[in-house]
């Protein structure tokens, strides 16, 4: 009688070590994160009405109008009393030459006339001077430089990677060296129609009416006459904003700044700190903290100013990239993202 019970046993055992073996090959690989806990600083998607996108880059003014005036002919310079710093009138007589030769042509040619209001911003010569003729002999001084200032014109020159985003109803801000602490606001007056070969960008230009409010407003009454005949493309300057009650820019030709772009603002869209992205293999990442692990996630990034960044998500569905806004409870490294790896161990510390 026992040794039956025994057999009966021993064939029980014998039945059950398939049935356990094919449940504990059945049963999933529990892993864990590999490697040492990294701590890291994290952050947040934020949104707010202060958030947006931007581009600054030098910004020079420059001359409305800007001619440099020569003799036609050779002779002595007999007439010029104009200095720098005097104010001309279009069709003003500024020099005359008094030709080697008494043609009367040859003195008609020798008389130098302002092409339009302005003023004196290099003189070479008094009279006197034995003047050549800059048609035979190359490398003459012009006698006079003269300058339109009453309007000045600020250009910048945009990367590629924001043409898209620029338009004439942009916003716009000056910041002079010059003029510490002072930020003038406009619109461009006009945009280059391709990108310079030589470095990618496009210029921007705006024109700026360079007096005070009453003198803006007679300048309006005074090219209103001549339908702006005397403006480039016909098109006004803009006056800035930013300025004192009853003052004027008063730009000088030549200042040196920078002018940043409002290219987009993001009201209620979550925008991160573009040090949070992430490249690999060319291709913008983020990690994010998914308990206690980092993962390494792609994006698609919007804009990107190198201070602020919009992005999404790309999440894959049936084989097709889908962009996926980001969430303002999910948790993403800011720093020491060079140490990690998808599925590293990460314990953040919120950023401040």
């Given amino acids: 009688m026992l040794n039956r019970l025994r057999f ?39 949104t707010g009405t202060d958030l947006e996108v931007t581009v600054e880059q030098p910004a020079e003014v420059a001359p409305y109008y800007r001619v440099e005036l020569q003799s036609q002919v050779a002779g002595t310079l007999k007439f010029l009393e104009k200095d720098i710093g005097d104010k001309v009138a279009a069709g003003e007589r500024l020099a005359e030459i008094e030709p080697i030769d008494s043609l009367r042509e040859n003195k008609a040619r020798g008389v130098v006339m302002a092409p339009f209001d302005g003023v004196i911003a290099r003189r070479s010569a008094d009279p006197g001077t034995f003047v050549a003729n800059p048609a035979i002999v190359p490398g003459v001084r012009p006698l006079l430089v003269v300058e339109r200032t009453d309007i000045v014109t600020v250009s910048m020159r945009v990367p590629e990677a924001y043409v898209a985003q620029v338009g004439k109803d942009t916003e716009a801000e000056l910041r002079l060296d010059a003029m510490p602490g002072k930020v003038l606001r406009f619109k461009p007056t006009r945009l280059a129609p391709s990108l310079d070969p030589a470095d990618r960008t496009l210029r921007v230009e705006v024109d700026l009416f360079n007096g005070t409010v009453e003198e803006h407003r007679q300048f309006l009454e005074k090219v209103k006459l001549n339908r702006n005949a005397d403006l480039k493309g016909r098109a006004l300057p803009e006056f800035p904003k930013g300025l004192e009650t009853g003052a004027a820019a008063r730009l000088l030709p030549g200042m040196y700044g920078k002018m940043r772009l409002r290219l987009k603002r993001f009201q209620n869209a979550p925008v991160i700190p573009s040090s949070a992205i992430v490249r690999r293999g060319g291709l913008p990442y ?18 990107d100013d190198g201070l602020l960044a ?19 409870d999910e948790e993403l490294v800011l720093t020491n993202q060079g140490e990690l790896e998808d599925g590293s161990r990460v314990r953040g510390t919120p950023a401040e």
């Fill in 8 to 46: 009966c046993w021993a064939l029980t055992l014998l039945a059950g070590m398939p049935v356990l073996a094919r449940v504990q090959a059945q049963a999933p690989p529990v892993t864990q994160p590999a490697g040492p806990e990294i701590r890291v600083k994290t952050i947040r998607p934020k």
């Fill in 286 to 303: 983020l990690f994010r903290v998914e308990a206690g692990v980092a993962r390494l996630k792609p994006i698609a990034v919007e804009l």
């Fill in 310 to 328: 919009r992005v999404f998500w790309l999440d894959k569905d049936a084989g097709r990239d889908v962009r996926r806004e980001l969430s303002r």
